[in-house]
């Protein structure tokens, strides 16, 4: 590749066209090549979304290309796991760009729900930077399922002048509840950890599909509807082969 690579991370929110943001929809629009992946038939609808966007909003030339996403081996240790996985996704990245825009241009991704919050795409881009490649990263932020949960549950993210602490399932589970935390905010949770938590005087909300037409919630007192959560959460991920949710969990003050 003899040219440099502006590389757009776009962050396009839950999945929902509308929560494109303007500047999301011209940094499509400014680029030359947009790369789309492939992550198996069980998450299809996921790259149906990312192609419904781009023939919404694309009104010029832009290629869109798709690609295959390598896959995670789900051999422990975790973190070694997810490294091997970063290294062979910038590979992937690498070929692509050699491929479809030798000369350099302007390169975009589109990432669910805000290339910041807990995602990792601006990590493997930096792999690319780190090797030597002339890659110029811009972020355009969007909506993140944080913003959308609370949204469609109509509450605050915090009490008042009170913190929140944003963590994952696996943290929780090896951890537990951070010390000093009223409200957590909890991802990546496939295990539904919150079910082995102590109950008492804890509220939950939590939201799967958010903003998509099958968007669910469910909130209300932990002990009350936790086995409601992890049952319908087992039957949509079989009904749609993959599922996004995320919670909030609250402790109830005197």
């Known amino acids: 590749m003899t040219g440099g690579v502006d590389l757009h991370l776009i962050g396009i929110g839950t999945g929902n066209p509308e929560h494109l943001t303007l500047a ?3 940094a499509m629009n400014a680029a030359d090549l947009i790369l789309l992946p492939r992550k198996g038939e069980a998450k299809s609808d996921l790259l149906d979304l990312r192609r419904s966007i781009c023939a919404q909003v694309l009104t ?3 290629r869109v290309v798709e690609f295959d996403l390598p896959e995670r081996s789900a051999i422990p240790p975790y ?3 997810v ?3 970063h290294s062979a996704i910038a590979r992937e990245w690498a070929w692509q760009m050699d491929n ?3 000369q350099g241009g302007v390169l975009a991704l589109l990432v669910w729900g ?3 919050l807990y995602d990792s795409t601006l990590r493997i881009a930096e792999r690319l930077q780190q090797e030597g490649r002339t890659l110029r990263i811009h972020v355009v932020p969007g909506i993140t399922s944080l913003q959308a949960l609370t949204a469609a549950h109509g509450i605050a993210l915090n009490t008042l002048a009170a913190p929140v602490t944003i963590t994952t399932g696996r943290r929780l589970r090896e951890q537990g509840w951070p010390k000093g935390a009223d409200t957590l905010a909890v991802m990546l949770d496939a295990a539904c950890v919150f079910a082995t938590l102590p109950m008492e005087g804890l509220q939950i909300w939590w939201g799967a599909y958010l903003a998509m037409p099958q968007q669910c919630l469910i909130a209300g007192e932990l002990s009350e509807v936790s086995e409601q959560i992890v049952d319908r959460r087992a039957a949509l991920r079989h009904e749609n082969g993959w599922i996004m949710d995320i919670y909030l969990l609250r402790r109830a003050h005197d």
């Open 114 to 116: 805000d290339p910041s």
């Open 24 to 26: 999301a929809v011209r």
């Open 100 to 102: 479809h825009l030798p």
């Open 83 to 85: 490294g091997d996985w």
């Open 79 to 81: 973190l070694d796991a």
């Open 60 to 62: 010029g030339i832009t």
